[in-house]
C-alpha cells in the first residue's frame, strides 16, 4: 500500500526517476518495458524509503485524511485546531505539523482558505447579501470576512460579484 501523503526520503532519485522517463518519452525511446520498471522503481521509493520519524506514515497519513475531510465537509461550523484534533484523538501542535509539512499551510489557513472558496461560489451564484454569504460560509464576523477576503483576491466582494456574476443578455 502507497501512503497518500509521504515525504520522500530520496527526492532527488524520484526526480531523476521521473525526468528519465520524461526524456525517454519525449525522445521515442520509451519501450513498454522500460516504463514498467521505471514506474516500478519510482513506486518503490516512494512506498519503502520511510524517512526518519515518520515510521507511522499509514497513521500520520489516515490522520491528514481525516483532518482535511472534516473541514471539507464541516467548514461553514465552528472548527478549531482544537476541535478537528479532538477528533482524530491527537494533539493539536502535532497535527498543525503534520498539516504544514504535507499542504504547507497550517489548519487555520486551510479552514480560511475553503470558506473564502465556498463564499465566491455563493457570490457567482446566488443573490444573498454579504452579511449573509459570510454566515452562509463559516465566518461569524462579517467584517473579518470582507478583511480576509480583500486580503485574499485583492478586491472586495461586492467587487467580485460585480466582476464574475453572469450576465443575461436577451432575457425578457
Not at 28 to 47: D, F, K, M, Q, W
Not at 55 to 67: D, F, M, V
Request: with cysteine; hydrophobic share 35%.
Amino acid at each position: 500500500a502507497i501512503p497518500k501523503y509521504r515525504e520522500a526520503a530520496r527526492p532527488t532519485r524520484i526526480i531523476q526517476l521521473f525526468r528519465w522517463f520524461l526524456h525517454d518519452q519525449e525522445e521515442g525511446l520509451l519501450r513498454p518495458v522500460t516504463a514498467n520498471l521505471i514506474v516500478y522503481h519510482l513506486l518503490v521509493e516512494i512506498s519503502t524509503n520511510l524517512p526518519r520519524g515518520l515510521q507511522e506514515s499509514s497513521h500520520w497519513s489516515h490522520l491528514l485524511e481525516i483532518a482535511t475531510t472534516i473541514i471539507k465537509t464541516r467548514f461553514a461550523e465552528n472548527l478549531s485546531v482544537g476541535k478537528i484534533a479532538g477528533e482524530t484523538e491527537c494533539n493539536p501542535d502535532y497535527l498543525n505539523r503534520l498539516f504544514k509539512k504535507s499542504f504547507g499551510t497550517t489548519i487555520s489557513e486551510y479552514i480560511k482558505t475553503r470558506r473564502l472558496n465556498h463564499a465566491c461560489t455563493l457570490l457567482i451564484n446566488s443573490k444573498d447579501n454579504i452579511d449573509s454569504v459570510a454566515f452562509r460560509s463559516g465566518f461569524n464576523d462579517p467584517c473579518y470576512f470582507r478583511r480576509c477576503f480583500r486580503k485574499k483576491l485583492g478586491m472586495t466582494p461586492k467587487e467580485y460579484r460585480g466582476l464574475y456574476t453572469r450576465i443575461h443578455v436577451n432575457t425578457e
